[in-house]
């Protein structure tokens, strides 16, 4: 099983980037915007819809304010396996480290895969450092 792990330095301080990781509906206007650019909440999940045209169906799989963690698995697609993660932790400096773990099968589907979390995670940095996803 192929890994991939983005440890994204932010500036905001943990109780903020929770709040705009745990609003799952809202991923295309506080997280990701312009990388993401629909999320449509169903039961159980949410459906994402890409810049790049991809659509992906993510169960959610938990949502855990104590932990600061919030657990997603995609369904369908290339994929036989999906499952992330993003962990809010707070820093010394008052910062946070957000980190986004995506275990996936067939390994194969780790390149393309990998290319959209750094993509993914150049806009959820700028985006989250210039606030602009924090209310």
Excluded: C
């Amino acid at each position: 099983m192929a890994t991939i792990r983005k440890d994204i330095p932010l500036k905001a301080p943990a109780a903020r980037v929770w709040d705009v990781i745990r609003d799952v509906g809202a991923v295309h206007t506080r997280l990701a915007p312009g990388f993401v650019v629909d999320t449509r909440i169903e039961e159980g999940a949410r459906v994402v819809t890409f810049a790049n045209g991809l659509v992906a169906r993510e169960l959610i799989v938990t949502v855990d304010d104590e932990a600061k963690r919030l657990v997603y698995s995609v369904v369908g697609g290339a994929a036989t396996h999906h499952n992330a993660s993003f962990q809010v932790i707070p820093t010394a400096d008052g910062r946070t480290s957000l980190v986004w773990i995506t275990d996936v099968l067939p390994d194969h589907v780790a390149t393309p895969l990998g290319a959209m979390v750094d993509a993914g995670s150049t806009v959820i940095q700028r985006t989250l450092d210039e606030a602009r996803g924090i209310k």
